[in-house]
């Protein structure tokens, strides 16, 4: 029995700032099945996002015209390079974390999957470990249907492993990580096709959104397949995979597995312990990451409350400022808000307007395209549109969206004036630089309208 003052199992993006955190306060065991870093170094944020970036150069060159600019024939992805730069970022993070955990003489970590052995005990290899505070980091994982697991497949996982351009890839999923490796594997050269079982991508958005993003994937040549209620795996062999959906038959040479994520809770074996868990396997907190159990927290996407790198960091906050500060930092305190990295990119805050309204809030929405943005029509990038949800009653922003070039990085200054509780009018009545894309925001507020239901 190995006794520590702290258990972190898993080393995402709250474990690990945790475990330095702890550390200043006693012994701390990390414990970590795979690499370190969690899904964001490994195969999310770092890797997807380098491969969004190769896929943007890509595109740059096939694009000159646009611009006046003639760029000779010839260009094409090197998926092996592109996987070589991907791996150095990758690796360069993985090897910051190893370095600081062997320097720091409080924290031990330990390769291996965790086991409870009871709400306080914890068994990884050969090793038990014991503490009174446990903090559980376990991420989540690609949903995989059983009728998918006896043909090969892809997640978002493996996916990153591949050196050849797929000839055709079929994706299962029109959300957020099917797009984003839709956009990027047709610029690299393959035949992409989304198969999406509703009759929009992106379900949770409003229509303005889903609508805007079906016409870029289109206008990149991406083939998209709706209302696909019934697929069946007809033939796998060394040719690719042939798909049938409802009547039609569809054939490829990869498939990628986006439909969702699921979290690792399932390896734990919690049933030794108490602890509770939702009906989907998600652990139950309360509103600062601690579960039924006095000491014993959940933190990251295995929770639950975010599925992101931001919400699982500020899990961190969460559970540092409840342990040593004042338990001022909540969940509940946390306004949604998320992107989506296709090219133009999505920027998300708050509430949609389908949510204010079956919430039962009187709106006024402010809405502009981008195609009467002058800073994106000299980049020629003017696809998508600036949006706002405003509170008729308290001129409040609800929510938030720009789709077009830029919008990841200008949603954050909506996403700052909501977190101080300012009406829209602040930001309306605010001076930006021109020529900006932001500089259009005040002027889009000036003209609210009530939304049509």
Known sequence: MQNFD???IGSGQAGIPLAFSLSKEGTVAIIEKGFLGGTCVNNGCIPTKAYVASARRVWDAFHGDDLGVEIPEGTKANLKKI???KDELVNESRSNIQRAIKKNEKITLYHGEAHFLSNYEVKVGDTILTAKKIFINVGA???????YREVPFYTNENILEITDIPQHLIIIGGSYIGLEFAQIFKRFGSEVTIIERNKQLINREDKTVTDVVAEI??????????????????ENNKDGITLKIDTKELKGSHLLLAIGRCPNTDTLQLQNTTIKLDDKNYIKVDNYCQTNLEGIFAIGDCNGEGSFTHTSYNDFQIVEDFLFKKKQRKISDRITTYGLFIDPPLGRIGMTKKE????GYEILVAYRPMTKVNRAKEKAEKQGFMEAIIDAKTNLFLGACILGVGGDEIINGITNLMYAKKPYTVLRDSVHIHPTVSELIPTMLENLKPSVK
């Open 6 to 8: 702290y258990i972190i």
């Open 83 to 85: 996987k070589e730069r």
């Open 141 to 147: 994982r690609a949903v995989v249907p059983e009728e």
């Open 217 to 234: 994937m289109k206008a990149e040549g991406v083939d998209v397949v709706f209302n696909a209620k019934n697929i069946t795996i007809k």
């Open 356 to 359: 204010a309204i079956e919430k």
